[in-house]
């Protein structure tokens, strides 16, 4: 019943990506116990950046009380002169 919660920056993701594909996708002992949120923060530059969207996506649909998925995107505003 303990909750997870997991932040990952950039590339910093991957090891988070396994863990969750255990947690949620696979049969474990480990997905069958767990009984907690686990919680990922993504923070990325840009949209083009985004790694594994589609497999966060999927576990929360699955997983819509298990698993929550925040993004922050760095760069994609502009300021009053159209620069970053």
Do not use: C
């Not at 991957?14 to 069958?32: N, Q, V």
């Not at 929550?68 to 009053?80: H, V, W």
């Amino acid at each position: 019943s303990t909750d997870v919660i997991m932040v990952g920056t950039g590339t910093g993701i991957a090891p988070y990506r396994g863990f969750i594909r255990r947690l949620f996708l696979e049969d474990t002992a480990a997905s069958r116990a767990f009984t907690g949120t686990a919680w990922l923060f993504l923070g990325v530059a840009n949209r083009d950046a985004i790694l594994y969207h589609e497999d966060w996506m999927k576990v929360l649909r699955r997983f819509p009380f298990n698993f929550r998925y925040d993004l922050a995107l760095s760069r994609e505003q502009k300021n009053k002169s159209g620069g970053k």
